[in-house]
């Protein structure tokens, strides 16, 4: 049976033969290849010659690649049964194209007594999900190490692209070239982490925002995973290499007993030949396509956390709370420090009751402030954590990760990890958590995960990454069960836990706890690859970033804040009648703007000279909004025509600067030395020329930008 699956531009082919799972034939730009002829001439066009001194037949890169197909790279599924290795030896293989996009295979290896069932859907963004699930089929425990899912790459595929961080530097890019043997990136800190590779990409050299073919993986998994692009001298068959990725199984972390199944975590590849845009568009367009996707306006939120950190006092949180009503907040998020004992970060998680010496009338004088203005009220927790200075964890001790002679070696931020994959463990934390969430009708939590996992060790000392991962998700699952239309974002320390597996369960990721908007510029952009900026918090801070200690203007932090699911965390009963009038302003351009932001295409160009552009445009062309910001001083002393992207070459486009923060007289955001005309009087252009010749930009200072808007003139606008 052959597989042709085809949607939006891509395809991917697969060949299957008596007792092997499928070869995979092609994976990328929709080659028209439909039926057994088709396919066939496709394999005999790219069925390579066999080199010297190797395997008499080529190498066929299979579904789950392996040693005995003649791939040397990473296996496909490692495993043993007492100490008895898998190599496969599949038999009564079932291909079935279900559609024009998904395929299932199911197959069976009765030597070592195992079912496979995989899923594979290429959705309308032409994003293929590749989904196994194994089950033990015969007596005895089988001890899985590793299930990955791949594509093939090609050897014009040789320049790789990841991404890494830090706390508070989230989503850097690295770029290398793809050498013999490849890369791999793994995370083993039990969630995704700052430094988690985030997307995969592996391209043609140089390839750009705009330029190349391109190739990407992601693991849609919060727990440990592991990112990898393998390239072999002798190659793989016809292609060059594999790009893929799986969940990370450490040892006797995943043993199967007889008729249980693994499922390995979804893997999501993408393809374009319009570089690393068109990678994102797909991305996209996969997530808005998914009917969890969040259908209503992303509220206009603010968080308390820079605003008043552990000092509770409806005194003070009261006016706040009033502030924020009068210039167009629609939501309060009562951040860290409401709880049992929890006046510093030293104690108090675990013990999720509202604390009577702060808060002697619980937390409905804050609800019902907050609904008194019409916004949504919206809570911080830590379920997964604890601190051992806390009720809990001296009632609970084994409750608690690792042996209690080694959990002080091993505190973060003063605290431990609850092992929730304890079903009363779990269950406590969710009584309480409802509880909580019934008292106050609450509409959000901000769920939070401030440390690795290190040693995630459960009451028998076997590995839980997998479980705690398992039980977090179902944890959030069941309370959005029990109280319907509750969104949850989630926080680990800033973007520690932004994936598509999380992204499951919740509706936004904060992206860094630095809201200090020259680290923000770099760190949404990347989280932007993936993500789209109605998934984004991104928030205005206080003057002098409390991560950095940079001062910075506030239109630049507006400029910069403006681009995702928007808010403020910052005390504005401190800061002066003008700024906040401001704030005004800039909540009510974002309003104006966010049907367009949340639902437009992203695009960007590189950063040329220490400045950069990117926007979002309409799906129908007819509108964009576009931010060219200056990161550093630049060589040029005039920056000359940039060039914009994603409009229609055949429009009119009137063009206009936008004042951010809604003052009258457009200004840049932060300083400029001097500004082209067209910033004062817009200007008139074809999309063509303003994307095969530019438009003139500002001469501007380090952190500074300019906001503009492009209005087809045979459209309306917003
Ligand atoms: C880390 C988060 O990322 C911050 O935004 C804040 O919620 C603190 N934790 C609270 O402890």
Not at 97 to 125: K, P
Not at 395 to 421: G, M, N
Not at 611 to 639: E, I, K
Request: aromatic share 6%; proline share 6%.
């Amino acid at each position: 049976m052959t597989v042709a699956l085809r949607a939006n531009g891509v395809s991917l082919v697969l060949q299957d033969e008596p007792n092997q799972l499928p070869e995979i034939v092609h994976f990328g730009p929709d080659l028209g290849v439909e039926g057994v002829g088709g396919v066939e001439a496709l394999m005999m066009a790219s069925t390579p010659p066999v080199p010297r001194s190797a395997f008499d037949k080529p190498v066929a890169l299979r579904l789950l690649p392996h040693e005995v197909d003649g791939w040397s790279g990473r296996p496909g599924l490692t495993a043993h049964r007492s100490g008895a290795a898998f190599s496969p030896s599949w038999s009564d293989v079932q291909v079935h194209q279900i559609d024009a996009q998904t395929a299932s295979i199911e197959a069976t290896d009765e030597s070592f007594g195992l079912g496979l069932h995989t899923e594979v859907r290429l959705d309308d963004a032409g994003i293929v999900v590749i989904h196994h699930h194994i089950t033990n089929l015969g007596d005895g425990v089988i001890d899985l190490a590793g299930l990955i899912s791949i594509v093939p790459i090609p050897p014009t595929a040789s320049e790789v692209l990841d991404l890494t961080g830090r706390w508070c530097g989230e989503r850097r890019i690295q770029r290398s070239d793809l050498q013999m043997g490849g890369r791999i990136r793994e995370s083993r800190r039990g969630r995704s982490g700052h430094d988690s590779a985030f997307v995969m990409v592996a391209g043609e050299p140089g390839f750009t925002e705009r330029r190349g073919e391109v190739f990407a993986a992601h693991v849609a998994w919060s727990g440990d995973h592991l990112h990898m692009v393998d390239r072999l001298p002798e190659g793989a068959g016809r292609h060059a290499g594999a790009l893929g990725g799986g969940e990370l199984i450490r040892p006797g972390e995943v043993r199967l007993e007889t008729d249980e199944t693994y499922s390995a975590p979804p893997v999501l590849f993408a393809w374009s030949d319009r570089g690393l845009d068109g990678l994102t568009d797909r991305f996209h367009q996969h997530l808005r396509a998914r009917t969890n996707h969040p259908q209503t306006l992303r509220p206009v939120t603010l968080n308390t956390w820079e605003a008043i950190y552990f000092d509770h006092d409806m005194e003070r949180l009261g006016p706040i709370i009033d502030a924020a009503a009068d210039i167009g907040v629609e939501r309060i998020v009562l951040d860290d420090g409401w709880f049992t004992g929890r006046r510093d970060d030293t104690a108090g998680l675990g013990d999720w009751a509202v604390d009577a010496e702060v808060w002697p009338h619980g937390l409905a004088p804050y609800a019902e402030r907050v609904r008194s203005h019409g916004m949504q009220v919206g809570l911080w927790v830590e379920p997964e954590m604890v601190n051992l200075d806390s009720d809990l964890a001296r009632e609970h001790p084994d409750w608690v990760f690792a042996a209690p002679e080694r959990t002080s070696t091993k505190e973060w931020r003063f605290q431990q990890v609850l092992d929730l994959s304890n079903p009363v463990a779990f269950e406590h934390v969710l009584s309480h958590l409802d509880t909580v969430l019934t008292d106050c009708a609450i509409d959000y939590l901000k769920w939070d995960h401030n440390r690795d996992l290190i040693e995630a060790l459960d009451r028998d000392g076997i590995p839980a990454v997998r479980r705690q991962t398992l039980a977090t998700y179902a944890l959030m699952d069941e309370l959005v069960a029990r109280h319907p239309g509750l969104e949850i974002e989630s926080c680990a320390s800033g973007g520690g836990r932004v994936d598509l597996g999380i992204l499951e369960h919740t509706v936004r990721v904060w992206a860094s706890d630095s809201n200090d908007p020259l680290e923000r510029q770099s760190i949404q952009r990347w989280t932007g690859l993936l993500l789209p900026p109605e998934l984004v918090g991104t928030h205005v801070g206080p003057t002098s970033s409390h991560t950095s200690g940079r001062v910075t203007d506030l239109d630049f932090r507006c400029l910069t804040a403006l681009w995702g699911h928007a808010g403020i965390e910052w005390d504005i009963t401190k800061i002066s009648v003008e700024e906040r009038t401001r704030l005004a302003g800039w909540i009510s351009l974002h309003k104006r703007l966010r049907p367009l932001l949340h639902t437009g295409r992203t695009v960007r160009g590189p950063e040329f000279d220490g400045a950069w552009l990117h926007g979002v445009v309409a799906q129908d062309l007819t509108h964009g909004v576009f931010s060219y910001v200056r990161l550093v001083s630049g060589a040029a002393a005039v920056p000359g025509l940039v060039r914009l992207h994603g409009l229609d070459p055949e429009r009119m486009y009137a063009v206009r600067a936008l004042d951010v923060t809604g003052r009258e007289e457009v200004r840049i955001a932060g300083q400029a030395a001097a500004t082209p005309p067209w910033t004062r009087h817009g200007v008139i252009s074809s999309g063509d020329a303003l994307m095969r010749r530019g438009l003139a930009m500002p001469v501007l200072d380090p952190m500074a930008g300019l906001l503009f808007e492009v209005s087809a003139t045979d459209h309306e606008g917003c």
